[in-house]
Structures are given as structure tokens and as C-alpha cells.
Nanobody, 121 residues
């Protein structure tokens, strides 16, 4: 059974950094696009970043220049390096996998349970 497990969330001050990890198991995800989404309280889930199977990357405008997505296919793991964090980055961050390289959440087939990121001002 395919499973995605996020880790690395926590509490950080504004301007700080965190690195999220998403470990995949149950199948090989090297041919899948991997994405990060987030959902803040009272808001809809929104796209953060995605990386294609060949390494192409997409970022939301709100995180460009601050966040970096990467993947290690040998470890079946995708990362999200988050720098210069802002209070508005506070959300539950979800990892997702899908065959389509897209910003659309509905196109992703597998989802993790999420990890909380809280940025204090």
C-alpha cells in the first residue's frame, strides 16, 4: 500500500528555516510528480511547490525565492527547504504524488497526513 509520511514541521520564528521531508513507501515514486500543498485554518488547501519526475519545478508566487523543492529518488523522498519564513506561512503542509506535473491538488493521487508548520512573529 502506497504511503507518504511528512516530517520536519515545527515552531520557528519569523526569518527562520525549516526543511520538510516526505518519505514514500509501498511503491516507487520516481516516475511520479511530487508536490507540496498547505492549508491554513479557515482557508482552502493551496499549492506550494511541485517537482516533476525529471526535475522540473513549479512554485507558488508567494514562496518563490524562499522555498526550494528537491527529490532523492534513491531514497524515495522529496524535500521542501523553507527559508525566510513568515507568519503567513503557518499551515499544515501536505506532501502529494501524482502522474501529472501540475499545481492542481485534485490531480494528485496520493497524500500524506500533513505536518504542522508554525511561524511566530
Amino acid at each position: 500500500q502506497a504511503q507518504l509520511v511528512e516530517s520536519g514541521g515545527g515552531l520557528v520564528e519569523a526569518g527562520g528555516s525549516l526543511r520538510l521531508s516526505c518519505a514514500a513507501s509501498g511503491r516507487t515514486f520516481s516516475t511520479y510528480a511530487m508536490g507540496w500543498f498547505r492549508q491554513a485554518p479557515g482557508k482552502e488547501r493551496e499549492f506550494v511547490a511541485a517537482i516533476g519526475s525529471y526535475g522540473s519545478k513549479l512554485y507558488a508566487d508567494s514562496v518563490k525565492g524562499r522555498f526550494t523543492i528537491s527529490r532523492d529518488n534513491a531514497k524515495n523522498t522529496v524535500y521542501l527547504q523553507m527559508n525566510s519564513l513568515k507568519p503567513e506561512d503557518t499551515a499544515v503542509y501536505y506532501c502529494a504524488a501524482g502522474l501529472a506535473f501540475t499545481v492542481v491538488a485534485g490531480r494528485y493521487d496520493y497524500w500524506g497526513q500533513g505536518t504542522q508548520v508554525t511561524v511566530s512573529s
